[in-house]
C-alpha cells in the first residue's frame, strides 16, 4: 500500500505541506482533521477533493476526524472570499450539521472498534464555553496582529477596499484554536485542507507551538480547476450537491459524464480510489477510443455509487442510455417522474383533458385537434409517417395508424412521442 503522502502525490492532490510531515506519518498511526463548514445541509462536490483526501488518510491506516463547524459556521471564513457571509442562527446550523453527518458517513468508516475510525466532532461542543474575555485573554494574547494581518486571505480583502469585519478577522484564532483543541485532547498533530486554508491551518500550528510547547503539522489539497477556465462544480442549475433532492442522481451522473477529456484523466484521481495501474488502463482505453468516453462513464459511475448508492447509479444510466439507446416501455416506466423530465428537459409538452383522452378511438386520434401543429402539422402527416415507420410512442415503435390505443401512460400520466430519431415531444394527460 501506498504511504498517503505518495498517495496523493501521484493523484495530482499535493500542494502543501509542512516540513518533516512524511517522517511523522511514517512513525506509525497519526491523526489528522479537516473542517466543513455548514452553510448549507448538504454538502457539494466541491467539498469531495477534501472527502477524498480523508479517505485517503484512513485507508492508509490513520485516524480521520471530520469537524463541522457548529462554531465557525456561525461567523464564514474571509479566505479569499470578496464580501462577508450571511450569519446562520444555531437551529439552521444544527439542521445543516445533521445532514452532512450523514453524507460524510458514506465515504468514511464511522463504526467499528478500529483504532482508526474515524471520528466526527463538532467545534460548537467547546467553543460555545469560551466567553469573549476568556476567548481573548487566553488564546488571543499568544498571535500578534502582525501575523494576522500578514495572511494573503486578509491583505487581499483589505487591498480590494472590500474590508473585512473584526467578526472575519478573528475567523483564523477560531479554526486555529481548534487545531490547538483536537492536538490536546485528541492528539490530532495534522490539519488537512484545500491551498486557501494554508494560512489558517499554520495559525493553527503556531498555537499549538506557543500555547501547548507542541508540533503539528499541516497540508493541503489544489484547488480544482476545469480546462476551459470555468469553475469546478457549477452548472447552469447551480451547484452539484450530494443531496439528491438538490441534485438529482440521474443530474449528478451526467455532471461527470460531460467533462472534458482533459479533466477526466485529472477527476478520475481524485474523485475515485481506483489504484494507479487501473486508472492507466483506462486512460489507454480512451485513448483508443475517445468517442467511447471510457474515462467519463467510469467516473460517473464511481461517484454515483458513492455518492447516491447502486439502485440511483442504475436508474442514472438507464436514463442516460434512453436518448441515445435502445430502450422500451418498461425502462422508461422506471424512471420517477422528476428524472423522466429531466431526461427530456426542453422537449415540447403538450397537456391533453383526460376525459378527450379516454374518448380518443385510435393511436392517428392522439395527433388530431389536441397536438395538431405541435407535433404534426396535420392528421395525414401523422398517418403517412406512422406507416413509414417513423412513430413512436413511449419508445414502442406505431405501425398501424388506425389501432386501438393501448398505452401505458407514464407516471400515470405522460406519453412520450418520438418523431424520427432525435424529435421527442411530451404529451401530459391532466
Known sequence: MNSFIEELRWRGMLQDMTPELEEHLNKGMASAYLGFDPTADSLHIGHLVGVMTLLHFQRAGHKPFALVGGATGMIGDPSFKSAERNLLDKPTLDHNVACIQKQLAKFLDFSGSSSNKAELVNNYDWMSKFSFLDFIRDVGKHITVNYMMAKDSVKRRL???????????????????????????????????????????????????????????????????????????????????????????????????????????????????????????????????????????????????MVHGESDLQMAVKASEILFGKSSTEDLAALDERTFLQVFDGVPQVQLDRNDYEALNSVLDIFGEITQGVVFASKGEARKMIQGGGVSINKEKLTDPNAAIELTLLQNKYLLVQKGKKNYYILEVR
Request: glycine share 10%.
Open 159 to 305: 487591498e480590494d477596499g472590500s474590508g473585512l469585519s473584526f467578526t472575519e478577522f478573528t475567523y483564523q484564532l477560531i479554526q486555529g484554536y481548534d487545531f490547538y483543541h483536537l492536538w490536546k485532547n485528541e492528539n490530532c498533530s495534522i490539519q488537512l485542507g484545500g491551498s486557501d486554508q494554508w494560512g489558517n491551518i499554520v495559525t493553527g500550528t503556531e498555537l499549538i507551538r506557543r500555547m501547548g510547547g507542541g508540533s503539528a503539522y499541516a497540508l493541503t489539497v489544489p484547488l480544482i480547476t476545469k480546462a476551459d477556465g470555468t469553475k469546478f462544480g457549477k452548472t447552469e442549475g447551480g451547484s452539484v450537491w450530494l443531496d439528491p433532492e438538490k441534485t438529482s442522481p440521474y443530474a449528478f451522473y451526467q455532471f461527470w459524464l460531460n467533462v472534458s477529456d482533459e479533466d477526466a484523466s485529472k477527476y478520475i484521481r481524485i474523485f475515485t480510489v481506483l489504484d494507479q495501474e487501473t486508472i492507466e488502463k483506462l486512460e489507454s482505453k480512451h485513448s483508443e477510443a475517445p468517442h467511447l468516453r471510457i474515462l467519463q462513464k467510469e467516473i460517473a459511475k464511481q461517484i454515483t455509487s
